[in-house]
C-alpha cells in the first residue's frame, strides 16, 4: 500500500499525521475513487488506525485498526459512530455523548481518508455535529415498567424485572452508550461468601457483613439487612448471568480475574443479558421528570433528539446516578468541592435532584462525598496502591501526611504550585499492585533508573527529590521525625535504595456523591413526610446510600423484584 503523509499541527488533540490508499487507485478525475484509505488521528488516548473502504462513491465500511482507547468505552462507542457515518455517508455527524473524544478521532480519520478518496468534507472539529433537528412533540407510549438509567442498578433492575414476569420493560440512557461508571472499576467489594472467598480460605456470610457495616454505614438496620443477604447472594447471581469474578483480594475485594478488572466484566454481561431478555433499550433518552398522578408514579417525561414524549407505566425506577460532574450541586450542597476534579462519567449531573424538589420527594446526606486519593491528571483513570509512596511538588518536596485522604488532600494538591502533585513509588510498590502494572503497560506512568532521572521526566526538582525519599526513609528508621506523620511507620513503608522507580502526575477526584434520594428497605421511594411514593422505586448513586458499586447491582436487583411485585398486584 502505497503511504502518502500530510502534515499538520498537533494541538491538544493529535490531528491526522498520514494517510493511504490501494495501488492504482487516482483521484485526479475529482470522482471518488473506489479503495481502501488508511487515516490516523487523536483520540482520548492517543492516535488511532482507521481504515475506510469506498465503493462506487460510498463508504461500505469503517474499521479501527490501531487505538489506544478505553476498552469499556470504545468498543460501545465505535460501533454507534460507525452506524450513524455509514448511514449518513458522511463523518458530519453527532459524536456518541460519553465517548465525545473518541468520536472526534474516528470523525476526522474517515474525514482525512474520504479526502484522499477524492470527497472533502470539510473540517472537522470537536464541535462537529450532524444536521439539527427540530424538536417537536411526539406521541407518548405506554409499558409495564420504565427504568431511567443504563448503569449498573438500572440494568440490574431490567434483568429483575424481566426475571420476574414483567413482560414490557423500556430502559431510558441520556447518552448514548450503557453502564455508566461501573464499566471502568477494577474492584467489585462488599460482597461474601463468595467462590473466590472460599478458594482463599476465608469464611464471611451476611451476618459478619451486617455486623460490620451496622458500625460505618448511615443506611437503616432494615436496608442493612437485605443489602447484607443481597451481599451474599451477589456471587451466585453473578455466575448465573455468566460473570465469574474469580480474584479475591483484601477479604471482599474482587476482580474477574487478577489481571483483569472486575467492572468490565460485570458491565458487558448485565448488557448482554438486558439484551437477551428483550428489554427496550432507549439511548440518547433524557428523563425529564416524573408523572406523578393523586401521589402515585405513572411514568416519565423523556427529551430524545427528535423531540420530547411521555412513557406511561405501572411503575418507575430511577437509576441515574450522582452529581459529581455538576459544580453547580457540587457548590452548593459542599462548597469548596466544585474545586475538585471528579473521576466519575459524564452522565453524573444529579438530573433528578430538581425533580425530587419539585414532587416533594426526600433527600438526605447530601454534603456526603467519597474522594478518591489519586487519579491521573488529564485523565479519569484510578491509579495509586497502598501507603508506600510519596506525594511530592513541582519543587520535589513532600507537602502532607499521604496516608490522609478526603477533601483536605484534594485541596493540599490544588494549593501546591500550579495545583501540581506526582505520586513517587518504587518497584516493590509496582509488583505489589496491578493497577500499578496495568497504567505502566498503557504508558501512563514514567519509569526511571534513578530518582534524578525520573524527576527529569516528570519536569521536577531531582535533588529535592532524592532528599525527599531520604528524609521519609529516616522518619521510618526513627532517625529523625517526619514532619507531616504523627502515626508510625511499618518497615515495609520503606522505599528501595536502587531502582527502578516510577512516578506520575495526580490530582484527587470525587469519585461518587453520597447523598440522594431516601429509598426504605425494599427501594421504594419515600416523600418528605415520611410516606411511599407509590410506584416509584430508586437505587444506586441517586440514593441515599453508604454503598458503593455492588450495593447498585443489589439494589438494582431490589427494586426490579419489588416493581415486578407491585405491577403483577
Request: proline share 2%.
Given at each position: 500500500?502505497?503511504?502518502?503523509?500530510?502534515?499538520?499541527?498537533?494541538?491538544?488533540?493529535?490531528?491526522?499525521?498520514?494517510?493511504?490508499?490501494?495501488?492504482?487507485?487516482?483521484?485526479?478525475?475529482?470522482?471518488?475513487?473506489?479503495?481502501?484509505?488508511?487515516?490516523?488521528?487523536?483520540?482520548?488516548?492517543?492516535?488511532?488506525?482507521?481504515?475506510?473502504?469506498?465503493?462506487?462513491?460510498?463508504?461500505?465500511?469503517?474499521?479501527?485498526?490501531?487505538?489506544?482507547?478505553?476498552?469499556?468505552?470504545?468498543?460501545?462507542?465505535?460501533?454507534?459512530?460507525?452506524?450513524?457515518?455509514?448511514?449518513?455517508?458522511?463523518?458530519?455527524?453527532?459524536?456518541?455523548?460519553?465517548?465525545?473524544?473518541?468520536?472526534?478521532?474516528?470523525k476526522k480519520a474517515v474525514a482525512d481518508a474520504m479526502?484522499?478518496?477524492?470527497?472533502?468534507?470539510?473540517?472537522?472539529?470537536?464541535?462537529?455535529?450532524?444536521?439539527?433537528?427540530?424538536?417537536?412533540?411526539?406521541?407518548?407510549?405506554?409499558?409495564?415498567?420504565?427504568?431511567?438509567?443504563?448503569?449498573?442498578?438500572?440494568?440490574?433492575?431490567?434483568?429483575?424485572?424481566?426475571?420476574?414476569?414483567?413482560?414490557?420493560?423500556?430502559?431510558?440512557?441520556?447518552?448514548?452508550?450503557?453502564?455508566?461508571?461501573g464499566k471502568f472499576d477494577m474492584n467489585f467489594f462488599?460482597?461474601?461468601?463468595?467462590?473466590?472467598?472460599?478458594?482463599?480460605?476465608?469464611?464471611?456470610?451476611?451476618?459478619?457483613?451486617?455486623?460490620?457495616?451496622?458500625?460505618?454505614?448511615?443506611?437503616?438496620?432494615?436496608?442493612?439487612?437485605?443489602?447484607?443477604?443481597?451481599?451474599?447472594?451477589?456471587?451466585?447471581?453473578?455466575?448465573?448471568?455468566?460473570?465469574?469474578?474469580?480474584?479475591?483480594?483484601?477479604?471482599?475485594?474482587?476482580?474477574?480475574?487478577?489481571?483483569?478488572?472486575?467492572?468490565?466484566?460485570?458491565?458487558?454481561?448485565?448488557?448482554?443479558?438486558?439484551?437477551?431478555?428483550?428489554?427496550?433499550?432507549?439511548?440518547?433518552?433524557?428523563?425529564?421528570?416524573?408523572?406523578?398522578?393523586?401521589?402515585?408514579?405513572?411514568?416519565?417525561?423523556?427529551?430524545?433528539?427528535?423531540?420530547?414524549?411521555?412513557?406511561?407505566?405501572?411503575?418507575?425506577?430511577?437509576?441515574?446516578?450522582?452529581?459529581?460532574?455538576?459544580?453547580?450541586?457540587?457548590?452548593?450542597?459542599?462548597?469548596?468541592?466544585?474545586?475538585?476534579?471528579?473521576?466519575?462519567?459524564?452522565?453524573?449531573?444529579?438530573?433528578?435532584?430538581?425533580?425530587?424538589?419539585?414532587?416533594?420527594?426526600?433527600?438526605?446526606?447530601?454534603?456526603?462525598?467519597?474522594?478518591?486519593?489519586?487519579?491521573?491528571?488529564?485523565?479519569?483513570?484510578?491509579?495509586?496502591?497502598?501507603?508506600?509512596?510519596?506525594?511530592?511538588?513541582?519543587?520535589?518536596?513532600?507537602?502532607?501526611?499521604?496516608?490522609?485522604?478526603?477533601?483536605?488532600?484534594?485541596?493540599?494538591?490544588?494549593?501546591?504550585?500550579?495545583?501540581?502533585?506526582?505520586?513517587?513509588?518504587?518497584?516493590?510498590?509496582?509488583?505489589?499492585?496491578?493497577?500499578?502494572?496495568?497504567?505502566?503497560?498503557?504508558?501512563?506512568?514514567?519509569?526511571?533508573?534513578?530518582?534524578?532521572?525520573?524527576?527529569?521526566?516528570?519536569?521536577?526538582?531531582?535533588?529535592?527529590?532524592?532528599?525527599?525519599?531520604?528524609?521519609?526513609?529516616?522518619?521510618?528508621?526513627?532517625?529523625?521525625?517526619?514532619?507531616?506523620?504523627?502515626?508510625?511507620?511499618?518497615?515495609?513503608?520503606?522505599?528501595?535504595?536502587?531502582?527502578?522507580?516510577?512516578?506520575?502526575?495526580?490530582?484527587?477526584?470525587?469519585?461518587?456523591?453520597?447523598?440522594?434520594?431516601?429509598?426504605?428497605?425494599?427501594a421504594q421511594v419515600m416523600d418528605n413526610d415520611g410516606?411511599?411514593?407509590?410506584?416509584?422505586?430508586?437505587?444506586?448513586?441517586?440514593?441515599?446510600?453508604?454503598?458503593?458499586?455492588?450495593?447498585?447491582?443489589?439494589?438494582?436487583?431490589?427494586?426490579?423484584?419489588?416493581?415486578?411485585?407491585?405491577?403483577?398486584?
Amino acid at each position: 500500500m502505497k503511504k502518502f503523509r500530510l502534515l499538520s499541527l498537533v494541538l491538544a488533540i493529535v490531528l491526522a499525521v498520514g494517510c493511504a490508499k490501494t495501488p492504482g487507485q487516482t483521484n485526479e478525475s475529482g470522482a471518488v475513487q473506489s479503495g481502501t484509505y488508511t487515516a490516523k488521528a487523536g483520540g482520548y488516548g492517543g492516535e488511532m488506525t482507521v481504515e475506510v473502504d469506498v465503493k462506487d462513491e460510498q463508504i461500505t465500511d469503517i474499521r479501527m485498526t490501531q487505538h489506544h482507547e478505553s476498552s469499556p468505552v470504545i468498543k460501545r462507542a465505535f460501533p454507534v459512530i460507525k452506524d450513524r457515518i455509514l448511514k449518513e455517508q458522511t463523518p458530519v455527524v453527532d459524536s456518541v455523548s460519553g465517548a465525545t473524544f473518541s468520536s472526534y478521532a474516528v470523525k476526522k480519520a474517515v474525514a482525512d481518508a474520504m479526502k484522499e478518496a477524492g470527497k472533502d468534507f470539510g473540517e472537522i472539529t470537536m464541535a462537529t455535529q450532524g444536521p439539527a433537528v427540530e424538536k417537536k412533540e411526539m406521541e407518548a407510549v405506554e409499558t409495564q415498567l420504565v427504568i431511567v438509567g443504563g448503569g449498573p442498578a438500572g440494568l440490574s433492575a431490567a434483568i429483575e424485572a424481566r426475571e420476574n414476569g414483567v413482560e414490557d420493560v423500556i430502559l431510558i440512557e441520556k447518552l448514548d452508550i450503557l453502564s455508566g461508571n461501573g464499566k471502568f472499576d477494577m474492584n467489585f467489594f462488599d460482597i461474601v461468601n463468595t467462590q473466590a472467598q472460599k478458594a482463599n480460605g476465608i469464611e464471611d456470610s451476611a451476618e459478619k457483613f451486617f455486623e460490620d457495616k451496622k458500625k460505618t454505614a448511615w443506611d437503616s438496620e432494615e436496608r442493612i439487612k437485605v443489602w447484607s443477604e443481597g451481599a451474599e447472594e451477589a456471587d451466585g447471581w453473578l455466575r448465573g448471568i455468566g460473570i465469574e469474578l474469580n480474584y479475591n483480594y483484601s477479604g471482599r475485594s474482587h476482580m474477574a480475574e487478577a489481571d483483569a478488572y472486575a467492572g468490565e466484566a460485570i458491565q458487558d454481561k448485565l448488557e448482554e443479558k438486558v439484551n437477551q431478555l428483550g428489554v427496550d433499550v432507549r439511548t440518547g433518552t433524557k428523563g425529564v421528570d416524573l408523572i406523578i398522578e393523586d401521589g402515585k408514579a405513572t411514568g416519565v417525561k423523556v427529551e430524545c433528539k427528535e423531540g420530547t414524549y411521555d412513557i406511561k407505566a405501572d411503575a418507575v425506577i430511577v437509576a441515574t446516578g450522582g452529581f459529581s460532574h455538576n459544580k453547580e450541586l457540587l457548590k452548593k450542597y459542599v462548597p469548596g468541592a466544585e474545586k475538585v476534579a471528579t473521576s466519575n462519567q459524564m452522565g453524573a449531573t444529579g438530573d433528578f435532584v430538581s425533580i425530587f424538589e419539585k414532587h416533594n420527594i426526600a433527600m438526605d446526606h447530601m454534603d456526603k462525598l467519597s474522594i478518591f486519593k489519586t487519579i491521573i491528571t488529564n485523565r479519569r483513570d484510578l491509579t495509586g496502591f497502598g501507603d508506600a509512596f510519596i506525594f511530592v511538588n513541582k519543587n520535589g518536596e513532600r507537602f502532607i501526611d499521604e496516608t490522609q485522604g478526603g477533601l483536605d488532600t484534594a485541596y493540599a494538591i490544588l494549593d501546591q504550585e500550579g495545583g501540581k502533585a506526582y505520586y513517587i513509588y518504587d518497584q516493590k510498590m509496582y509488583e505489589a499492585g496491578y493497577r500499578l502494572r496495568k497504567h505502566n503497560d498503557l504508558g501512563y506512568h514514567k519509569k526511571a533508573d534513578t530518582l534524578e532521572e525520573l524527576a527529569t521526566e516528570l519536569g521536577i526538582n531531582g535533588e529535592n527529590l532524592v532528599k525527599s525519599v531520604e528524609d521519609f526513609n529516616k522518619a521510618i528508621d526513627g532517625e529523625m521525625k517526619d514532619p507531616f506523620r504523627e502515626k508510625e511507620f511499618g518497615s515495609e513503608k520503606k522505599f528501595n535504595t536502587e531502582g527502578p522507580f516510577y512516578g506520575v502526575e495526580v490530582e484527587s477526584a470525587i469519585h461518587m456523591t453520597k447523598g440522594g434520594v431516601v429509598a426504605n428497605e425494599k427501594a421504594q421511594v419515600m416523600d418528605n413526610d415520611g410516606k411511599v411514593v407509590e410506584g416509584l422505586y430508586a437505587a444506586g448513586e441517586v440514593t441515599d446510600t453508604s454503598g458503593a458499586y455492588s450495593a447498585s447491582v443489589i439494589f438494582g436487583r431490589i427494586s426490579g423484584e419489588q416493581a415486578a411485585e407491585f405491577i403483577k398486584k
